[in-house]
């Protein structure tokens, strides 16, 4: 007896969720049975962006799969697949066409085209996962390293532009502190200091007072009298600064207290007039250079490239703490701020020049200065320098500088320096100074990071522009860092001799800084050699750890070599408490000098301000120290106060100011209320959410720098609240907080159903465009319906609209719509408009009857 056919298995038109691996999801439609789904040829391969043409016929589909090379066509009328010339049979079942498009099971995406799914019939979804890169998820790729690589060149394109704010008079933030002393015996002294940052004719300035009287009470000597005063003129500090980096010929105009790199020995503040082309903006060139020291255990030390911050580090148990200073374009003017646990010194800034400079092709640089020395003569002081770049590699440059204290009849002094990059880790610089000084300088770093660094000057015999008598200066670095699992290890040498006329004085360092099975670690062994004398060496070891109850134990040695006894011992116990506080105890004992101290600590760093008391008891003196510092920040056109503990003067902010912007205008208007929830993603500044307000600040952005704001478009939890414009770039103005107004639209919400008649039957249509026209016929939106025929969009401003079948779409498939179109209005509502009664009835303008389900295989 001859076995009957098994019958045609029954498929249902739907839509199913496509999540690919890498890119993310998607509705598609499919038809589906228990165990098997058909996906849309066309709609997979057009959301995973792979090339495919559907033909009239609707029985094929062609293109390129990833590569032009890798063409395919997949053919129902011959149940086969012709992928990079070879032939793939298909079962009958394995591709259906149907009125709207042709159907492949999930089986041969994998089997032909690598592209595996896993169909889930409970969920109604399909998981793909393949070993390829896409097309779509290479584009991602390259979208996200454009984005990254625009990021870094300031380049991102933004819904909103806002550039630089230029006040006549504005005041913006104040920085202040206090530092009190009392010791027994000994002088009381109060160190204050008071600085205001704001905008005065369109310009930066900051003015900082200081007073100390402990200068009062010691009588230093100086030439200078002034210097007895508590408040001393040369401890002042102001500064008037126009920045305009749109104007290539002078970008930069500064007045009042200016920082020189002279040649000459200044050692007094120059108060003057500095003229430049240089932009403030931050360009990193190539390569780096290696800038370490030492200072006070636990400080933190902020690196500053020409005034922008760029790194930050802690010092280790011993104070010692390294940075590689990203070489940029033109003079690289770089600033250490130093700031102690305990306030006994707020700040202190040191100004050093990194000795390599370098331009791109063609361009041009100068700065001018002119001025004052404080220095009890009044002497003048000036300086030009330009540069230019040869080349890529190699920045030439020349100038003068005039000092009128210099003793000598040579008080004019003529200059010329290069820099080149011979190989890409060898770097080169030399300067020569008529009558003063010549001077080179080598870095070289080999692919291990071991570096050799070579320091050489010669000074001219008899010059007075530098106030030391060396001959010569001779200085070689080696050093090197170490990674592993279970240490991190930072080593340097350094050789370092000054040439005098009668004798020669030489230091050596060795110094190994890191971690070592978790402790903290540093040591380092100094020698001193003079000529006629006998070395002076000894070591300096230092430990921390952290113990049980996070309790930071830091122990310290110093050991001299030559009596075979060691120097001195400390130790320091310190924990944190209650993640704002601080509290320490340290025992110290000098067997050399035969002193003794012991000190208890304690800081707390509250929202507004950081406060800190210390005690010490030692053998010949007793001392207490109280401090406080923080900052003030008021912005005007909000009416915004606001205190905080980090420095504020010589930054900038931005206050975003969401609202509802119920007309349209992007303007907030009277009447318009602010929104809640903002959510905000920055390169930099720190974010600060304000429940009460609604507002959003971000703090502690360099001024004069361009920020990439991007704001999420789902911040919000009314989902008719929608952006207008997510993206915002924004220059920060300098002791201000500037507002940027955010306009959040209300967006009304359309649905109904497409239903198609035929044979005296009624049933819901997939796959039709349904259009959204404005009154002046110019398309507002346009969605597809789902399988069974509804359709829901949400995105209309309020307004008067028109709704459509695609005429298109109904021409090609030959039928008509009743009715022909469907007017509506989108009414301004605080949660949103919703219009939800939307229906459109489609059928065939001949008598040709539709083919129905089960679809024919």
Not at 204 to 213: D, P
Not at 371 to 394: C, H, K, P, W
Not at 427 to 452: E, W
Not at 672 to 699: S, W
Request: charged share 20%.
């Amino acid at each position: 007896m001859a076995k009957e056919p098994e019958p045609e298995p029954v498929l249902y038109e739907t839509s199913v969720f496509l999540v690919v691996q890498g890119i993310g999801g998607i509705e598609v439609p499919a038809l589906v049975s228990n165990d098997s789904a058909f996906l849309s040829i066309t709609d997979v391969f057009d959301f995973l962006k792979i090339r495919n043409m559907l033909s009239p016929s609707l029985d094929s589909v062609q293109g390129f799969f990833i590569t032009e090379q890798a063409a395919y066509v997949i053919d129902k009328a011959n149940h086969q697949i012709n992928y990079q010339g070879k032939i793939f049979p298909l079962m009958p079942t394995e591709l259906i066409g149907t009125e709207t498009g042709l159907y492949m099971s999930t089986s041969s995406f994998g089997k032909v085209f690598g592209l595996n799914c896993k169909f889930n019939f409970r969920s109604l979804s399909v998981t793909m996962t393949t070993k390829v890169e896409l097309p779509a998820i290479r584009e991602m790729r390259q979208e996200v390293m454009r984005r990254n690589i625009g990021r870094l060149k300031g380049q991102l394109k933004a819904d909103t532009v806002i550039g630089l704010n230029r006040s006549l008079f504005q005041f913006g933030m104040a920085d202040w502190s206090i530092v009190a002393t009392q010791r027994n015996p000994g002088a009381n002294d109060t160190w204050l200091n008071l600085t205001l940052g704001g905008t005065v004719a369109g310009g930066e300035t900051t003015v900082s007072l200081n007073y100390n009287n402990y200068a009062q009470q010691q009588l230093p000597y100086s030439h200078d009298t002034s210097a007895i005063r508590a408040f001393d003129q040369r401890r002042q500090y102001y500064r008037w600064r126009y920045v305009n980096n749109d104007n290539r010929a002078l970008r930069q105009v500064t007045v009042g207290k200016i920082f020189t790199q002279s040649t000459a020995s200044i050692f007094s503040p120059v108060v003057g007039v500095q003229f430049t082309n240089t932009p403030t903006s931050y360009r990193r060139s190539f390569g780096s250079y290696t800038l370490s020291n030492f200072t006070e255990p636990g400080w933190t030390v902020e690196l500053y490239v020409n005034n922008a911050l760029v790194d930050y580090a802690v010092a280790d148990a011993s104070g010692f703490f390294t940075f590689q200073v990203p070489l940029v374009y033109g003079n690289s003017i770089v600033r250490l701020r130093f700031f102690g646990p305990w306030g006994e010194e707020r700040f202190r800034e040191e100004n050093m020049s990194v000795p390599f400079n370098f331009l791109p092709l063609h361009e041009f640089e100068y700065t001018a200065s002119a001025g004052i020395v404080e220095d009890g003569r009044n002497s003048l002081f000036s300086r030009v320098e330009m540069n230019y770049g040869a080349t890529r590699y190699i920045t030439m440059g020349a100038g003068v500088e005039y000092l009128s204290s210099i003793t000598t009849t040579d008080k004019t002094m003529p200059f010329v320096n290069a820099s080149a990059r011979l190989f890409r880790n060898l770097l080169l610089s030399g300067d020569y100074t008529y009558g003063v000084r010549g001077r080179g300088i080598m870095s070289y770093r080999l692919p291990s990071n071991l570096q050799f660094e070579l320091y050489y000057t010669r000074y001219k015999k008899g010059q007075k522009a530098i106030i030391y008598n060396y001959k010569e200066e001779r200085k070689a670095v080696i050093s090197k860092p170490f990674m592993s699992r279970r240490f991190s290890m930072f080593t340097r040498f350094t050789f370092n001799q000054i040439v005098l006329p009668d004798t020669k004085y030489t230091t050596t360092e060795l110094l190994l800084s890191g971690s070592i099975f978790r402790v903290g670690t540093s040591f380092s062994t100094y020698g001193i050699f003079i000529s006629g004398a006998s070395p002076f060496i000894y070591s300096n070891l230092a430990l921390t750890y952290r113990m049980p109850g996070e309790i930071l134990i830091n122990p310290q040695l110093q050991y001299e070599y030559n009596t075979g006894r060691p120097i001195s011992v400390r130790c320091e116990l310190g924990k944190y408490l209650f993640r704002h506080g601080y509290v320490n105890v340290s025992y110290e004992q000098n067997f050399k000098s035969r002193f003794t101290n012991i000190g208890i600590g304690l800081r707390y760093d509250f929202n507004f301000t950081q406060v800190g008391a210390s005690a010490w008891h030692g053998t010949q003196q007793s001392m207490l120290v109280e401090s406080a510092r923080g900052s003030l920040v008021h912005d005007g056109k909000t009416g915004y106060t606001g205190f905080n503990n980090r420095s504020s003067v010589g930054t900038g902010g931005v206050v975003l100011i969401p609202f509802l912007d119920f007309n349209g205008n992007d303007r907030r208007d009277p009447g318009e209320p602010k929104a809640a929830g903002l959510k905000v993603n920055i390169n930099g500044g720190r974010v600060l959410q304000n429940r009460d307000d609604t507002t959003v600040r971000i703090m502690n952005m360099e001024p004069y720098e361009h920020y990439f704001i991007e704001l999420n478009k789902n911040s919000f939890d009314n989902i008719a609240w929608r952006l207008k414009k997510p993206t915002i770039s924004v220059i920060i103005d300098p002791n201000q907080l500037k507002s940027v107004e955010v306009p959040v639209a209300i967006m009304g919400e359309v649905s109904g159903t497409v239903i198609l008649q035929e044979n005296d039957s009624e049933k819901g249509l997939g796959r039709i465009t349904v259009c959204f026209y404005r009154p002046d016929s110019t398309l507002a939106a346009k969605v597809q319906t789902e399988s069974d025929g509804f359709f829901n969009f949400l995105g209309l401003t309020p307004g008067a609209y028109t709704a459509r079948i695609d005429p298109a779409q109904l021409q090609k498939l030959g039928m008509m719509s009743t009715p022909e179109a469907i007017p509506f209005k989108v009414s301004l509502r605080l949660d949103g408009d919703v219009i939800d009664d939307l229906q459109f009835r489609i059928k065939k303008e001949s008598n040709e009857t539709p083919p129905t389900l089960p679809l024919t295989q």
